[in-house]
């Protein structure tokens, strides 16, 4: 059988059969126990990697917090020069790094190269940037005095990402922060780390190339252990969190108990309003691939469909219709459609979500299941499910993290279909179709949508980087990548200039001096 030239792969990358774990650049160490990474797209050990012990943490951040004294005074444009760099040398390995993506994670092999074009994407926008990191001057109220803002790079940035994106969080974190003067310790997910070990072998060669020093660019593996590692060193003035809202609210309160600065990009419960005015056939489109896509396991993957009742039914079996052509299967075959979950876990959880929504009282309109077989072997393999439910069920207030897609149904005016895409404590992504032009504009209005992204007439799922990304409620309410993101990564400081030789004191008070 084709191993989809994963052997090649994994030899390009630098994957082994047994990783270190910990690394500062071109050192590698570790001495934590072994991490065994399965692929859920066969069921097969790809490699093992060494998770990293609290002596390979201090030892990464002796190493990070040295090379910042280098890298905060290289001029932003030089910084951006590397991160150019970087982006080359992943635009080499993009079949590769694409297809271990693919195979640790199980998303399909096209997903897995737009992750890594994600990558190379925002590295172009952060060497732009890297000339723009540019302050307001203001006009001071004291004769002979000129005040301007600028901004200074924090120091070392903890970042913490999920399984479900495993190489391009961390370059939306990192690219931006090192154009900023920050460098990087990056703790990937425990599912994922043989990404993590890619990305930093990737970043190594350039860093080594242009002979800078270790510690700009530093990858720890482990569980939520080592997570609390980042999560409570004052040294560590901003922690990047990305992962369940579970995970985020245990982070952000270690980050707010020290007083330091969270980054939080947690679960979604997307919605797609379909108004009277919707274009049906775009309509399924976006949302068969929101609901499907990635297996439902993108923050952004379309949860819920809020369909007007007059077009209830003809949306319902328009969707349904669309879910009869979907191919499960091995996501390395681009004739598949649809691949794994995760892990067991993942598959448990899918199938807990299906009990409780008829429990609720749900209807399931397209039967779920987990595929036996040939092709199968992982165990991973779940069917794409429908079920007819409600807003207020519990297990529709909740993320699964699979594709479980609800169908809801409204009348009436089309803030009644807003209140119900609001009503959950998640608040990412949105979108509505509809060609009605005061549906869209009251749905991106100020008593709109609620979400850090609302769409019109495109589904929920993905996003480019020149937008800010990110969503508010239980989301976490951080932003990353595009627009004014940057400004995260760094700190603010005033500055006032007086030219004069007299000094006049706040509130007209004098010192007969
Ligand atoms: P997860 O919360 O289980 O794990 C995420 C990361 O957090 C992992 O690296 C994990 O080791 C770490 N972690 C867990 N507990 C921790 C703790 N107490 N302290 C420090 N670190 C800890 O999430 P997952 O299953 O890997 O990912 C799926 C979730 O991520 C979904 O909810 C999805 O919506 C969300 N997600 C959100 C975004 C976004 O941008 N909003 C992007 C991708 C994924």
Not at 90 to 115: F, H
Not at 182 to 191: A, I, R
Not at 442 to 448: D, E, I, N, Q
Request: contains cysteine; glycine residues 12%.
């Amino acid at each position: 059988m084709t191993d989809f030239g994963i052997k090649e792969a994994l030899k390009t990358l630098g994957v082994n059969d047994i990783n270190e774990g910990t690394s500062t650049g071109s050192k590698w160490f570790s001495n934590g126990e072994l991490i065994e990474s399965y692929s859920p797209v066969d069921g097969k050990l790809i490699a093992k990697v060494k998770a990293s012990t609290k002596e390979d943490y201090e030892n990464v951040m002796t190493a990070a917090t040295e090379a910042f004294k280098t890298w905060r005074v290289m001029p932003a444009p030089q910084r951006g020069e590397i991160v150019r760099q970087f982006g080359e040398k992943l635009r080499e390995k993009k079949e590769a790094l694409g297809k271990l993506v693919s195979y640790e994670m199980g998303k399909s092999y096209q997903e897995g190269l737009g992750e890594v074009q994600e990558m190379i994407d925002i590295c172009d926008f952060a060497v732009g940037l890297s000339r723009q990191l540019h302050g307001l001057t203001m006009h001071s109220e004291r004769p002979g005095h000129r005040m301007y803002e600028q901004y200074h790079p924090l120091g070392v940035v903890g970042i913490i990402s999920a399984f479900n994106f495993p190489v391009a969080v961390w370059s939306w974190n990192t690219a931006l922060a090192w154009i900023c003067g920050d460098v990087c310790v990056w703790k990937p997910s425990e599912k994922t780390p043989l990404c993590g070990v890619a990305c930093q072998n990737i970043i190594t060669e350039v860093l080594q190339e242009n002979n800078l020093p270790e510690g700009i660019s530093c990858l720890v593996n482990g569980d939520y252990v080592v997570g609390e590692f980042i999560s409570k060193d004052t040294r560590i003035p901003l922690v990047s969190a990305t992962g369940s809202t579970r995970m985020g609210k245990i982070v952000a309160s270690e980050v707010a108990g020290r007083l330091g600065k969270s980054l939080l990009e947690l679960g979604g419960n997307n919605a797609i309003i379909v108004t009277p005015d919707a274009d049906i056939k775009m309509t399924v489109i976006g949302a068969v691939f929101g609901a499907v896509g990635t297996a439902g396991q993108r923050c952004t993957s379309t949860r819920r469909l809020i369909i007007h009742d007059s077009i209830y039914d003809k949306v319902k079996n328009a969707v349904v219709d669309a879910y009869k052509q979907l191919r499960i299967g091995n996501p390395l075959d681009e004739n598949n459609h649809v691949g794994p979950l995760i892990d067991k876990d993942a598959v448990a959880m899918y199938n807990k979500a299906l009990e409780k929504v008829v429990a609720e009282g749900g209807n399931i309109i397209v039967e779920g299941g987990v595929l036996e077989g040939e092709g199968y072997e992982s165990g991973c393999y779940v069917k794409p499910a429908i079920a007819e439910a409600a807003n207020d069920y519990e297990i529709v207030q909740h993320e699964t993290f699979a594709p479980v897609l609800y169908l809801l149904k409204y009348s009436g005016d089309v803030e009644n279909a807003i209140n119900l895409q609001n009503g959950v404590a998640q608040g990412l992504s949105s979108a509505i179709m509809t060609n009605n032009l005061r549906e869209a504009e009251r749905f991106l209005s100020h008593a709109g949508s609620d979400c850090g992204i609302a769409n019109v007439n495109i589904g929920t799922s993905g996003a480019e980087i020149g937008g800010a990304f990110g969503g508010e409620k239980e989301t976490g309410g951080g932003r990353e990548s595009g627009s004014d993101a940057w400004k995260i990564y760094m700190r603010r400081q005033t500055n006032t200039i007086n030219y004069t030789t007299e000094l006049p004191l706040a509130q007209g008070i004098k010192f007969d001096l």
